[in-house]
């Protein structure tokens, strides 16, 4: 990417929490290489899963997980996770972006499907494994942003 478009790039480890291998992807939004917004696990939330709600500490909270009693053994907590939505949600401040600028959200990768939220309006979706994909948000970015995801 050009070092003079603004970017979003994602860092290591978010979606499905109690996941045995609990493998995706915390945004971090960027407009160029000199400016970020870090979204790296602080402020997450599991929304409208059977449990209930639950802050994210970071990536890879699977062993810390109060919902699941043994992530990587037979735990009753697990049996289904493949068959249900898990939504994470978080809220951030969007510093001003220069004119001319693009900003993008890149995800390093979920597991499996995602399907994306940025403040009311769905991004898209993304199939496949561990692979990397974006979205433009450029035109919908001003103020206070509320993202929602989803993982499957």
Known sequence: MPDDRSSIKQPDTWSRILLLFCLASF???AMDSRISVSLDGNGWALVGCPFGSKPVSGP???QRSPFVSNPLGQSPDVTDVN???WWYTCSFPMPP???GHQVRLVFDGVDYFAE???SGSR???HESAYTAFDFDVTDRLSGYHHLWAASY
């Open 27 to 29: 945004p971090v939004f």
């Open 97 to 99: 972006v220069a004119k």
């Open 116 to 118: 994306v939220w940025l």
């Open 123 to 125: 991004l898209g979706s």
């Open 60 to 62: 890879n909270d699977v």
């Open 83 to 85: 068959a249900k939505e």
